[in-house]
């Protein structure tokens, strides 16, 4: 199975994602990891359309069928799906991003249908958990497919373009549920490459997606962790706790 060689490549990451809030890393993941988040994938969707028939509804939350879904936190029902979340590929990400102690905090599969496939919005993690107060932390976005502007890949705003590496005020957009939290014009750098194509961000930097335009969706697997858990006013885990690294080596 194929390595992730960041040991070769850490210095210059870090400082990357230090000063400008990303990197990114082409064709990363192997094609036995690939497969694995495919059937993962299948497997959610499926599960999200027979909710969206109970419900008796076509949107909910940012999902809307057959256009754009969000499936959260299936490694809870894979064991397999579970070991990638908290395995060495991961591990090594987080290594080089939170620092030596890293927990799991959330993760999920998001899906533009092709020809279908909605825009969203610019936007930074952190935003969508503003309400608690919480650390910085990573965002692993997968590519599961080729990615490229025709079909809604990625675009990220480095700091020093977008004014602030400060978490600021979102603003629901109507219609899509979206939190948007940059207005300016600057379009991003788009992340594009092979399927297996890693972008590694903050939570406090900017990023969007743009509509799929092709016939085919754009599948992405979204890992994030933090340098320690992020709780609940009351204490309660908001999302995950799984450690994934202790002194810089993997937990379990």
């Known amino acids: 199975m194929q390595t992730l060689a960041l040991p070769e490549i850490a210095a210059d990451l870090r400082r990357q994602y230090a000063e400008q809030g990303y990197f990114i890393l082409p064709g990363a993941l192997s094609a036995e990891e690939l497969d694995l988040l495919r059937d993962e994938c299948a497997r959610g969707i499926a599960e999200r359309d027979a909710e969206l028939d109970r ?47 890293a927990y799991a905090f959330y993760e999920q599969f998001v899906v533009k249908c092709g020809e279908q496939g909605m825009k969203f919005g610019w936007h930074q993690d952190g935003g969508y958990v503003k309400s608690f107060a919480h650390c910085t932390y990573v ?32 603003v629901r957009e109507p219609g899509t549920n979206d939190l948007v939290g940059y207005h300016g014009s ?3 750098i788009p992340v594009v490459g092979p399927a297996g194509t890693v972008a590694v961000f903050s939570s406090t930097t900017f990023h969007r997606s743009g509509a799929n335009t092709t016939s085919r969706p754009r599948r992405a697997y979204v890992a994030q962790y933090a340098p320690e858990i992020i709780r609940t006013p009351d204490g309660r885990p908001l999302h995950r706790s799984e450690p994934l690294l202790r002194g810089g080596q993997r937990a379990r």
């Open 139 to 170: 965002t692993c976005w997968c590519a599961l497919d080729d990615v490229s502007e025709a079909n809604g890949t990625a675009y990220i705003l480095p700091y020093e373009r977008a004014g602030t590496r400060e978490l600021v005020d979102h």
């Open 55 to 101: 419900l008796g509804k076509d949107v909910d939350g940012l999902t809307h069928r057959n256009k754009r879904y969000f499936i959260r936190q299936s490694s809870l029902a894979s064991a397999r799906l579970l070991r990638f979340f908290l395995g060495e590929r991961m591990g090594e990400i987080a290594r080089a991003t939170v620092g030596p102690e």
């Open 186 to 188: 600057d379009p991003g």
